[in-house]
């Protein structure tokens, strides 16, 4: 199983509009980060974890051709916007994209983009999504994927494991039930926002702890703010604990 990072950037992206910080002019390519999004590749399929406004370019980048079906975490904009580059998996195969999320996560799909779900003037190409609501434990093909509910500030979203790589992008705090979804991991990957607290993401010191809890074999960080230079922040890290980065591609053998 191979897991692709389409990005790994907190909401604004990085660098920034406008921002002339240390990070977002550095030279490191590891600082250029797009919003967040993973592609699982396994038993001869991509799934896509998010639609995030970069989509399409993340997708060419990594050059992924096809995607099985999509799960989203939760609704904000930055999972989310790049919905629209699903488009393109219509031309391609003529048939409707399998999408999974939560019953909040697509109540609020289908009403901010209602324009996919009404009839459409000739012409105009839309994606042709089949949305299919989480309940517990699902299959995609011979793939069996578990979603983990976790705690984003207020919010509950949700986190995804595959094999023994379990990936959450927005999070707070993670809850006993949930604890015992992350056993055993050999990759966790986790949010790790910046060094400052933030209500709705962990900062490192979080995350490092969060890590430890969990005791996967090794552990990524993502959703990565601007206020985080990429080399530097690793330093500072166990060595078991490193930060994620756009294109970043990693490969676990116990399945
Ligand atoms: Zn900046
Ligand atoms: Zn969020
Ligand atoms: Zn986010």
Redo the contacts with the bound molecule.
């Keep these: 199983m191979k897991l692709i990072f389409l990005g790994t950037g907190t909401?604004s992206g990085v660098p920034a509009v406008g921002c002339r910080c240390r990070v977002c002019t550095s030279k490191d390519p590891r600082n250029k980060r797009y919003r967040t999004g993973v592609v699982f590749q396994t038993d001869g399929q991509n799934i896509l974890i998010d639609t995030p406004p970069e989509l399409r370019l993340a997708l060419l980048r990594a050059k992924i051709r096809d995607i099985a079906a999509v799960c989203w975490?939760?609704?904000?904009s930055?999972?989310l916007n790049g919905i629209d580059d699903l488009r393109g998996f219509y031309f391609l195969n003529r048939k409707a994209l399998p999408c999974y999320a939560d019953e909040r996560t697509l109540k609020h799909i289908r009403r901010h983009f209602k324009y996919i779900f009404s009839p459409n003037e000739p012409g105009g190409g839309v994606p042709r999504l089949k949305l299919k609501i989480i309940k517990r434990k699902f299959r995609i093909g011979a793939t069996t994927v578990t979603p983990i509910e976790i705690d984003?500030g207020v919010?509950s979203?949700l986190g995804y494991r595959i094999g023994n790589i379990a990936y959450l992008?927005?999070v707070k705090k993670v809850r006993g039930k949930s604890m015992k979804k992350l056993k055993g991991l050999d990759v966790l990957i986790t949010d790790a926002l910046r060094h400052q607290p933030h209500v709705?993401?962990m900062n490192i010191k979080e995350a490092v702890e969060f890590a430890r809890r969990v005791g996967a074999r090794r552990t990524y960080f993502t959703h990565i703010a601007h206020n985080l230079d990429h080399a530097e922040t690793e330093k500072s890290l166990p060595r078991t604990m490193r930060i994620a980065y756009d294109g970043l591609v990693l490969k676990s053998q116990i399945i």
Excluded: G
């Design positions: 909401s975490t939760h609704t904000h930055d999972h984003h919010m979203v992008s927005d709705t993401h």
